[in-house]
C-alpha cells in the first residue's frame, strides 16, 4: 500500500527480488506484465493467481536469482491522470554480494484506488544480453 505513485513504483521494483516485501501488496489486480520468454504468468486476475512473494518462482524459473535484490536505477513519468502515472525505468538485479547481474527497462504503470498507488501494469523490454543467453539455454532445455 502506497500514498503516492512514486512509492507504488519503488514497492514494486523491490518486490521482483528476494525480499520481505509481499508481491501481492504491489499492485492492484487485475495485474497485467508483459515479457517475452520465461515469465511465470502473464495476467494476475485473482488473489488465487498471485503469489506471496515474486521470489517464489525462483527455484522454477530462475534458480541463479535466488537471494538476489532489484534496484531501481532511474525513472521519468511519461504519462499521467489522477488515477494512473505510467514511468520509463531502468533497473538493475543484484546478486547477494551486491555485483550486477542483469538490468532492464520497463514501462510500470501504477493505479490509484481510494488512495492506495500500486502497480496496474508492467512492460518489460530491454533486459541485459547476459540475462537473455540463460532465458533462452532454460528454454532450450525445458523443449527438450
Known sequence: MASNPILALQDS???LGTTSK??????HLPMHHIAVGITPISFYATEADVPNYFA???HT??????????????????????????????????????STM??????????NIEGDWRLISRNIFNVSKESK????????????
Do not use: H
Not at 509481499?22 to 499492485?27: F, I, Q, V
Not at 542483469?102 to 493505479?111: A, K, V
Open 56 to 58: 517464489d518462482f525462483y
Open 13 to 15: 521494483i523491490e518486490a
Open 102 to 111: 542483469s538490468t532492464f527497462e520497463g514501462i510500470f504503470t501504477m493505479g
Open 61 to 98: 524459473i530462475r534458480p541463479e536469482w535466488i537471494g538476489s535484490t532489484c534496484r531501481l536505477d532511474s525513472y521519468s513519468e511519461i504519462i499521467s491522470d489522477e488515477e494512473k502515472v505510467g514511468y520509463l525505468v531502468k533497473a538493475s538485479r543484484l546478486d547477494g554480494n551486491g
Open 22 to 27: 509481499k508481491y501481492r501488496d504491489t499492485m
Open 133 to 144: 543467453i540463460r532465458q533462452r539455454e532454460l528454454i532450450d532445455k525445458w523443449n527438450k
